[in-house]
């Protein structure tokens, strides 16, 4: 399903509701059947920000680390979804390297994987392509698929 709107339509606001980032002035929204509310992103969701949502002086590997652990992840099934999304994403060979080095595409592609690495029915993302050359757009896609 893709939103498609102009700018300042209430895009980004809509995702944030459905991930339970913003507190409602009126109705309800479930993600499969369970009640969102303010306080938690509902586990099955996986959230791709607009801006990029890395440390910077972490490197690939200990973002996927930190994010995957916030999302439940531990122990060998941490181990494998974090080789996994870096595969996936072509930053293997720049696993240990921190991401302020990293260029704006491989930023993306990370930012994405660490919405994905907990393996959720369904994903959000805002603007997941902006910016990026047409080989990182490719891999994105990729990921995603």
């Known amino acids: 399903v893709g939103l498609i709107g ?21 109705g309800e929204i479930r993600v499969f059947g369970r ?4 306080r938690q992103t509902p586990p099955e ?3 791709v920000p607009q801006e990029i949502a890395l440390y910077p ?7 996927l680390q930190v994010f995957g652990r916030l ?3 531990s122990g ?5 979804q974090v080789d996994w999304a870096l595969e996936s994403t072509g930053l293997t060979d720049r696993a240990n390297e921190p ?9 993306r592609r990370l930012n994405i994987a660490c919405g994905v690495l907990h393996k959720p029915r369904i994903v959000l993302l805002d603007e997941p392509t ?16």
């Open 57 to 63: 002086l972490m490197t690939a590997r200990e973002n």
């Open 130 to 145: 902006v910016g990026v050359d047409p080989q990182s757009r490719d891999r994105i896609y990729d990921v995603l698929a």
């Open 35 to 38: 009640l969102v509310d303010d």
């Open 45 to 47: 969701l996986g959230i």
């Open 76 to 80: 060998a099934d941490l181990g494998r």
């Open 71 to 73: 999302q439940g992840l």
């Open 99 to 107: 991401t302020r080095q990293f260029s704006g595409g491989m930023r």
């Open 6 to 26: 102009p700018n300042g339509a209430g895009k980004t606001t809509l995702i944030r509701a459905i991930a339970g980032r913003v507190r409602l002035d009126g």
